[in-house]
Every structure is written in structure tokens, then in C-alpha cells.
């Protein structure tokens, strides 16, 4: 598999080459300002004791505090934690928000821990960053794998809420937090809408992941007419071409904690959902699903990427050439941290807003974002992941202190 943080320097380098963008800037942003690896004990709920390991990357902080969600998988390496921070800097940079990047992660499968032990790895993972997180220097927030539970979890143990955002509401969370990364992307896709050649007959779309960001899309795609032909999770695929029901899949997967068995679809593998004949393609699982090896044979019109990191940049030439539009992640998914950072400030200004005035907030920031995104790819005559990295480095080069 490749090295997602290779991948992210890939980025940075291609819209640097199409920018002006000084080569300090991308020398600096090319590097995490602080890396942290700790070692949290685990007493298992049998009495024995596991290690495991936990990260902290502290990308930059130019344009306010570090900023991401920190991710439970039993994949999660420094590597990995490295990539996801260094795109929280480009998606706060892009979303206009005055916050940095960051990303935490822990190296288990809480599918396999009881809630209780889940728990005690989370507190763990804030005592061993003591000094590291805090309000106004380095905020966590849910990833894969991780709910607003441990966010209530991390906010105790810290012993301050705005610590943490993604929070429950009667804990401190604002409105909106928990659609706000699947809600963020629909506002980009509606904003770009005929930009991308859309058409109202093509409005059928894939989801690879049924996680909070995959399932909600599902919901609100099919509240605006879009037609679910097939989603998956990680233990497989169904597909319907006339279209799922999706509140009854929601059902079918917390009950039975998969899509697999879905009455009314046909079975499918996770790798042919991705190259379906479809309007949209929606990764919302993992880095790395996109790759030169299927994204020949990819057939949607346009990739919508919820998830971080799905395509590489191999796979992003190839999609480029036969004219397939991929929204990037830095700016598909920015809703996620964007209604972050709105929970922070009514953290730290003791304030509460409505719904209402959370979803227009984020709405006006989502279509600006995409707006200014498209803008740029038209100006450099390129994609649009280069055009949204080279509007981040615009407004990081602007924060940059001098040195
Ligand atoms: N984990 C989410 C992301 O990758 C949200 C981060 C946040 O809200 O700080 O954007």
C-alpha cells in the first residue's frame, strides 16, 4: 500500500509547480511541525495487560490552533497520521476558517474492545497528551471509528469541553456537528452542480463506506432526488439499480452492523462498487481506494471524496484524462471541521446557535470554498484538487510569521 504522507507531498508539490507560491512555504508545509508518539497500557477487562500505540501530528498552525480528529483502526501508523494532518491544514485553509491542521490516532479495532476498555484507551491517549492538546493550541475531533462518546470522554478527562469538538449537544456540541461533513459535501456538489457537468437524469450515486459521513450522505442525497444504487462497508456491497431504501438499510446495518443482507439488493464486492455506472462516486471509507490500477476502469461522472485521501495522484491523472471531475477531499468533506470550528467558538464565547443559523453558516462557507476552488482549477487549467491546494497555499503563504 502506499505511503499516504508520500501522496500528500505529491499534492503539495503539483500545485506548487502551477503556482507561485514561494518554495519556503512548501518547504515548510512539506514537514509536520511536531510529531508525538505515545505508548498507552491497556488493562483489559480479563486483567491482562496490552500496549498500544498513539499519535499526535501537529502539521501547522499559521492560521490558528491545530486542528483534526483523531482515528481509532488497526492500521493507523505515523505515516498515516502524518497525511491526515498535513490535509486538516489545506481543509481549514480552504473552508476559511481560522484554524490549523492536526491529527491524532490509536492502533487498535475497538470493534473488538468492550466500551469500557474503549474508554480507558481514550482517557489514556489524553494523559499521555498532557501539555500537547488544549482549547486554544490543538482540538481533537471524531475520525473513523470514533463518536461523539469519545469526545465526551476526552472533554472529562481534559476537563474542559472546548478541548474537543463533535461533541453530543447536551455536552457541549453544536448543531449540525453530526451531518455537518455529509451536508458539507452535498452544499459543494450543489454549488458546482452544472460546473461539472451534471444532469438531472444523472442523479445516481455510489457509496463506498456506510460510516457516519457515508450514511448521511445517502440520506440527504436521496432527500434531493439522487438515486442510492449501491453502497458498501467493509465487510461487502449491495446494489440496487433502481435505487435502496435507505432508511431501511440504516436499519438493516444497526441491527445486524453491516450492509451484507440487505433484502431487496443484490450482492456486490467492495471493488466493483467502484467502478459502477453511475452520476456520482462517493468514497467515505479510506486513503488509497483509487488507484492507477481501477481508475481506468472507473464510469461515474464525477468522485465526490468524503473520505480522506481515497484517490492517488496516479489515479488522479488518469480520472483527469478521461474527463472525470473529482471533488478533493480538502474541500468535499471540509463541512466536518468547518461546523467544528462553529462548536468551538460557542465553546469559548459561552454561546448556543440554532440549527438553522449552523446550516446557513455552513452552506455560505461550502459553496464559497467550492466557488473559489472551481475559480482556481479554471485559472491554472488544471484539476480541481491542485486548484483547491493551490487556495490553501494562497491563504497559508498570507499567515506565514516571519521566519
Ligand atoms: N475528522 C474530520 C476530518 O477529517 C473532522 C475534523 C474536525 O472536525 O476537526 O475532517
Not at 483509487?290 to 461522472?301: D, F, G, L, V
Amino acid at each position: 500500500m502506499k505511503n499516504p504522507f508520500e501522496n500528500a507531498l505529491n499534492q503539495i508539490r503539483r500545485a506548487a509547480d502551477v503556482t507561485d507560491v514561494k518554495a519556503d512555504v512548501i518547504s515548510i508545509l512539506s514537514h509536520p511541525m511536531r510529531e508525538v508518539r505515545v505508548s498507552i497500557p491497556l488493562k483489559r477487562d480479563d486483567g491482562s495487560l496490552e500496549m498500544i500505540e498513539g499519535f499526535r501530528v501537529q502539521h501547522n498552525n499559521w492560521r490558528g490552533p491545530f486542528k483534526g480528529g483523531i482515528r481509532y483502526h488497526q492500521d493507523v501508523d505515523i505515516h498515516e497520521v502524518k497525511a491526515l494532518a498535513t490535509w486538516m491544514t489545506f481543509k481549514t485553509a480552504i473552508a476559511g476558517i481560522p484554524m490549523g491542521g492536526g491529527k491524532g490516532g490509536v492502533t487498535f479495532n475497538p470493534k473488538e474492545y468492550s466500551q469500557a476498555e474503549i474508554e480507558r484507551v481514550t482517557r489514556a491517549w489524553v494523559r499521555a497528551m498532557d501539555g500537547v492538546i488544549g482549547p486554544t493550541v490543538d482540538v481533537p475531533a471524531p475520525d473513523v471509528n470514533t463518536r461523539p462518546q469519545e469526545m465526551v470522554w476526552i472533554a472529562d478527562e481534559f476537563g474542559n469541553p472546548a478541548v474537543t469538538t463533535g461533541k453530543p449537544i447536551e455536552a457541549g456540541g453544536s448543531e449540525g456537528r453530526g451531518e455537518a461533513t455529509a451536508q458539507g459535501g452535498y452544499y459543494v456538489l450543489d454549488e458546482l452542480f452544472e460546473d461539472l457537468s451534471l444532469e438531472p437524469e444523472m442523479k445516481t450515486v455510489a457509496i463506498q463506506g456506510f460510516g457516519n459521513a457515508g450514511r448521511t450522505f445517502a440520506r440527504i442525497a436521496t432527500r434531493h432526488e439522487w438515486k442510492v444504487i449501491a453502497v458498501s462497508d467493509s465487510r461487502g456491497a449491495v446494489y440496487n439499480p433502481e435505487g435502496l431504501d435507505v432508511e431501511a438499510l440504516e436499519r438493516h446495518k444497526d441491527e445486524t452492523r453491516s450492509v451484507v443482507g440487505f433484502e431487496g439488493a443484490q450482492e456486490m464486492t467492495n471493488e466493483a462498487i467502484l467502478e459502477l455506472e453511475c452520476g456520482l462516486l462517493a468514497p467515505a471509507a479510506l486513503e488509497n481506494v483509487i488507484t492507477q490500477e481501477n481508475a481506468p476502469r472507473i464510469q461515474a461522472k464525477v468522485v465526490l471524496e468524503l473520505a480522506n485521501g481515497p484517490t492517488t495522484p496516479e489515479a488522479d491523472d488518469i480520472l483527469f484524462e478521461k474527463g472525470i471531475h473529482v471533488v478533493p477531499d480538502v474541500l468535499a468533506n471540509a463541512g466536518g471541521v468547518t461546523v467544528s470550528y462553529f462548536e468551538w467558538e460557542q465553546n469559548m464565547k459561552d454561546e448556543k446557535w440554532t440549527a438553522p443559523d449552523v446550516d446557513a453558516k455552513l452552506k455560505t462557507a461550502m459553496a464559497d470554498a467550492a466557488r473559489q476552488t472551481w475559480d482556481r482549477a479554471r485559472e491554472y487549467k488544471t484539476d480541481l484538487r491542485r486548484g483547491a491546494f493551490a487556495l490553501a497555499l494562497e491563504r497559508l503563504s498570507e499567515a506565514q510569521p516571519e521566519l
